[in-house]
């Protein structure tokens, strides 16, 4: 794929300055970053002004499932705009209803309403809520290592660094070690025992806590931006049992491991495991306009049969964000999209990114599922030093820039946190454009094995 416009690094110019002039990006020292201005994107591909084309290992914010300016999305949402551009959430139309529908009938279980949101932040905020109605109680437990959003609840259930400055934001979060053998906080020496003492430890939060007082638990089926860490056998179903016999709400968190990315439409297939609460975001219409929701239970919606429910956004089920979802889930259907996904993980990335770890010293973990993975990248593979201190930045975090560097001069643009980078392609991603960026990936740890 080759860029389809001519280069115009006069153009870019224009755009960059525009932006550094009055855009206040999210996450970031405004003074210290320099983003680079986009001409065009297509697929699994983008590129900039100068002519430098990037195959995207990140899919945007890991959300282009089926890659950018997909044809059938593209006129979905211009026919929308043409029929019914926009219109409130309080009437029933038709690709809202549809959106619902096509939902509703992929998420596991018993999870068949839907209420909308405008992504993954505001998507937590409601489940949340919900079950904090729906039991009456106030506590909220999430894991440290966990992504849950930008917004007051949201990044207080969250557990990485993101959360320091906010943590007082929303009363009654605490955090408690979900499983990850590689850093076991357990010690365990294998995944039975990691599950066992993870849920031990669970319901010991749980008993000095008080049982009565929480209302939920909230966990990602896969966690994502903390590093992609399938959870052991056992695990999600054992924390189901817990909720169930504490008269707790057990949300899962699917805005990043939904639609397609772990191989599945949503990750908690791979565990059999139904949760009373599903958000999800991102792949639901690969990010083309806004969109997010709660897929919630008969349970929990029979709450709110009688009484109302305290919540709402203007723009909840917009009509061309629902008309994209319609489209990119059909899409998915014709294409085989997920199933593509689970092919490409088995067959491409995983055993490519194995065979990367074999050679490269700075290579200390690699696992994921689907077109999910992370590697994680040390100093010493004995000692499991990080390639970066946690949480590293300016000099510290060097090496980790250097990588990505090299990864950016071969043509890939790498998803980059603290010391790990993620292959989280678009879903669809072709055999040869996964090779594409292993071999990029290749040059790229040659430069972190350097640091080992
Ligand atoms: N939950 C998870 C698991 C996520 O990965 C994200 C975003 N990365 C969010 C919630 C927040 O979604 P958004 O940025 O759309 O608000």
């Known amino acids: 794929m080759t860029p389809h416009v001519e280069p115009d690094p006069q153009a870019g110019a224009a755009v960059k ?39 995207d290992f990140t899919s945007g914010l890991v959300y282009t499932n089926i890659g950018y300016q997909h044809p059938k999305v593209v006129a979905a949402i211009q026919e929308q705009a043409g029929k019914l551009a926009t219109f409130a959430p309080a009437f029933a139309v038709e690709p809202r209803s549809e959106a619902a529908r096509l939902i509703a009938e992929r998420t596991p279980g018993d999870l068949d309403k839907i209420f909308f949101t405008n992504g993954g932040a505001e998507a937590v905020e409601n489940a949340v809520r919900m079950a904090r109605l729906h039991t009456g109680r106030t506590k909220l437990l999430s894991a440290y290592r966990s992504y849950h959003g930008g917004t007051n609840t949201a990044i207080n259930l969250t557990g990485d660094p993101r959360r320091w400055p906010s943590d007082t934001a929303s009363a009654g979060v605490k955090h408690f070690w979900a499983p990850f ?100 975001a991102k792949g639901v219409n690969s990010g083309y306009v806004p969109l997010g929701g709660v897929a919630i239970s008969a349970k929990i919606a029979a709450t709110f049969d009688k009484r109302p429910y305290p919540g709402g956004l203007t723009y909840s089920g917009h009509p061309l964000a629902c008309a994209a979802a319609v489209a990119t889930i059909q899409v998915m259907e014709d294409e085989k999209v997920v199933q593509h996904a689970a092919h490409i993980g088995e067959n491409v990335l995983g055993p490519g990114l194995r065979e990367l770890a074999e050679r490269h010293p700075s290579v200390g973990d690699v696992r994921g599922l689907g077109v999910f993975w992370a590697l994680e990248l040390v100093k010493n593979r004995e000692t499991r030093e990080p390639l970066v201190p946690y949480n590293a930045s300016g000099a510290d975090a060097a090496p980790m820039a250097a990588f990505a560097a090299e990864a ?9 946190n603290m010391n790990r980078t993620h292959a989280v392609p678009a879903c669809n991603v072709s055999e040869a454009e996964a090779k594409e960026g292993l071999a990029a990936l290749d040059a790229a740890l040659t430069v972190a094995d350097a640091h080992t």
């Open 17 to 55: 300055a525009a932006d550094r002039a009055h855009v206040f990006h999210s996450w970031s020292a405004q003074g210290l970053i320099d983003p680079l201005a986009v001409a065009g994107a297509e697929g699994s591909y983008f590129w900039d002004y100068e002519g430098n084309r990037y195959l």
């Open 181 to 280: 053998l590689y850093r076991s906080p357990f010690y365990s020496a294998n995944e039975a025992e990691e599950s066992a003492r993870a849920l031990q430890h669970l319901e010991d939060t749980i008993a000095f806590e008080g049982p009565h007082t929480v209302a939920a638990i909230i966990l990602e089926s896969v966690p994502g931006t903390a590093g992609i860490m399938t959870p052991p056998p056992g695990y999600l179903a054992g924390v189901r049992e817990i909720c169930d016999k504490y008269g707790i709400v057990f949300i899962l968190d699917e805005v990043m491991s939904g639609f397609g990315r772990t191989g599945k439409w949503f990750a908690a297939e791979h565990f059999d495991v139904v949760p009373d609460l599903l958000t999800f």
């Open 408 to 416: 950016k001069k071969n043509g890939l643009w790498p998803f980059v």
